[in-house]
């Protein structure tokens, strides 16, 4: 993102604020960010971990798809970089209750933030077997989704994670495999839960519209869904369109409004694999506005 002193910043997934104060480090004394986060936890921790740098920060509980709202809101025009640090967070892998994890025995909740309307469990107790079935696919990219809908109706009403887990157990052939068996499961759930490629589809817009020439944005994906996304965006916004397909007349010549930074993604160094093994698929994507 290249922070410099007296720019304007956004971290749109704030988290713990990890990578909100190497940016607020790298563009001191004058640069300035705002930070988002849709969960209150994650904020009142960045809060107290941004301290420091209060009279240089703006923090707001609130999606990244209100990306050009919040910036309305806090009288900002332009601004110089943006990063996205997509998915769920360590932290709330790690906070059991929070149902993320199919390592621990918590109710199934999966939600990001308090105004995510459904939960987990409302989506495995009400979804039709199809719908089911096409949710795990799609979002887990799971071949046997099938076979894990039909156990899941089979076991209804599910609650807890454990209960989810056993219900995959008990139908998956693939044991000798190094993944769990309900991972894709959980995946799917939570992007569902909290409709994750939809707003990640809704906020990149926003972010070429907000950047300055010369500004950049930085978007890291840890899966193959998510970072399709990005990457088609990123490079249909590096192409000029001058003669656009005809099924999609909606759209008019226009001109790129990106340059690519990295063709290719940044991947984590092995020694940062062993650092941080969460770190092993993701992908960071750079462009600049033209
Ligand atoms: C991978 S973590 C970010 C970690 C952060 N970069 C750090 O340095 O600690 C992703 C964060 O994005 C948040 N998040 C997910 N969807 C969001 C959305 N639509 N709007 C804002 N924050 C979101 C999650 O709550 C989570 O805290």
Known sequence: MQPQNGGLYV???LGAGGHARGILEACAPDGRLLGLDVDPQALAIARKILAPYEHRIHLAQASYTSLSKQLEKIGWVAVDGIVLDLGASSMQFDTPERGFSFMEDAPLDMRFGPHVPQTAADLVNKLSE????DLIYRYGEERDSRRIARAIVRARPLHTTRELVSAIQAVSHRRGER???ATRTFQALRIAVN???ASIEAVLPQAVEA???GGRLAVISFHSLEDRIVKDFMRQQSRDLVNPPYERIYETERKATLKEVNRKPITPSEAEIQNNP?????????AEKL
């Not at 092993?280 to 750079?286: C, D, E, M, N, Q």
């Open 11 to 13: 971290d749109g997934t």
């Open 130 to 133: 199809r719908e089911l079935a």
């Open 179 to 181: 993944l769990n068996p």
């Open 195 to 197: 409709e994750e490629l």
């Open 211 to 213: 950047l300055t020439p």
């Open 278 to 286: 969460r770190a092993r698929s993701a992908k960071l994507r750079i």
